[in-house]
């Protein structure tokens, strides 16, 4: 069994709050370095899902079916999310009843054959917020595991890290010229937009072979503990001043670049050093916040930030210096809450199963099949 990383769970916690404050930042300048710095979060997970992919001998593979099945659960969740969000705000916000032609017309819109062409090739969120985050795993897991099927997973391995810079190498340089040469226009994706670069090619899978390479070679570098967190700081300055630079580079146009090298160096030293340091946080809030409740505030942040700002408007003293901190703690506090509802209910549920051991995986597929059933259902009948 193995033992649980306090650090890295510190780590993650701390990624969860930079991703809210990613979507939720001051304006000005204060905004614009809270903004850059936020994007050192989604690598960390990214990391994560990489090194504890492998393992296992030769049954490295076998894990990559289930993480399929999970990031594709996450999505259908995430999605179902998001609709039912739409139709609240419709009916009870704004008091439009809603026909069915309506919801089908919606429904047709988000899963438009254009809107999924798009989303495979560029990870795009289909509906929702931040969405392409589940996206890019769920294509990244599927393309690992097409790779493996195919004899090629040694390969992958030991060649990890080479591919891994290879793919930051091209992305991040070749972005710039591109935009700087004037070219609008990618595959049908417009290369001033963010999108292009936060996918599965050229984020996900990178981090994640990141990963792979430091699961089996963490301890081939020779750095101490001080150098690590002094180099990661000095990535971290030198993504802001990457940012300033490429926007000089790429002037009059402009590039929704995200990544910087700085960024990637920053996440590497601090990965390395939780994985060297796994006892190091044990017992604080961001531990637990990385253990129990980054998913839930990843899901729910966009959310909780729309409706406090409802509630608070964005004309006032509190919207403008208080509110990426209030939008932090009111999503921490209701993921705990979620948390400990989805604890009751899976105590109950095994308790339950353990009544009738034979029919628990039967049981878990009906219930999956039953949930998607009656979800749409609802759609089509209750909002009518």
């Known amino acids: 069994m193995q033992q649980k990383n306090s650090c890295l769970n510190a780590l993650k916690g701390a990624a969860c709050i930079l991703v809210v404050l990613n979507h939720f930042h001051w304006n000005g300048i204060a905004g614009d370095i809270t903004y850059i710095v936020s994007h050192l979060g989604v690598p960390v997970f990214f990391l994560t899902s990489g090194y504890f992919l492998l393992g296992g001998g030769d049954r490295k593979a076998e894990k990559l079916p289930k993480k399929i099945f999970h990031a594709w659960r996450l999505l259908f969740v995430h999605l179902l999310l998001y609709v039912y969000n739409f139709f609240f705000e419709t009916i009870f916000l704004a008091e439009v009843i809603v026909s069915k032609s309506e919801v089908l017309y919606q429904l047709r819109a988000i899963f438009s054959l254009e809107a999924l062409k798009s989303s495979l090739k560029w990870s795009m969120t289909l509906y929702g917020s931040a969405q392409w985050f589940l996206i890019a795993l769920l294509e990244a897991y599927v393309l690992l595991y097409v790779l493996y099927k195919l004899g090629l997973g040694r390969i992958l391995e030991k060649y990890s890290l080479v591919i891994s810079c290879f793919l930051f190498l091209v992305h991040i340089p070749v972005r710039i010229l591109i ?118 505030i990843y899901f729910i942040h966009p959310l909780v930030g729309k409706y406090i700002q409802i509630s608070i408007g964005n004309e006032t003293v509190i919207y403008r210096y208080s509110y990426p901190i209030i939008v932090v703690l009111i999503s921490i506090i209701a993921a705990q809450i979620i948390s400990r509802i989805m604890e009751q209910q899976k105590r109950v549920k095994l308790k339950y199963t353990a009544a009738e051991p034979g029919c628990a995986a039967g049981r878990d597929k009906k219930e999956t099949a039953i949930l998607i059933l009656c979800t749409f259902i609802l759609l089509f009948s209750v909002f009518s």
């Open 179 to 296: 935009v700087k040469l004037g070219i609008t226009d990618i595959w049908g994706m417009d290369t001033a937009q963010t999108a292009i670069v936060r996918n599965t090619l050229f984020d996900a899978l990178p981090f994640m072979l990141l990963g792979v390479w430091l699961k089996g070679n963490a301890e081939k570098v020779k750095l101490s503990d001080t150098s690590l967190i002094a180099i990661a700081l000095t990535g971290i300055v030198t993504s802001i001043f990457e940012s300033y630079i490429t926007e000089w580079l790429v002037s009059p146009y402009t590039v929704g670049c995200v990544l910087y090298f700085g960024t990637i160096t920053a996440d590497f030293c601090l990965f390395l050093y939780a994985i060297n340091n796994a006892s190091v946080l044990r017992g604080g809030i961001l531990e637990h916040i990385g253990e129990r409740l980054s998913m839930i």
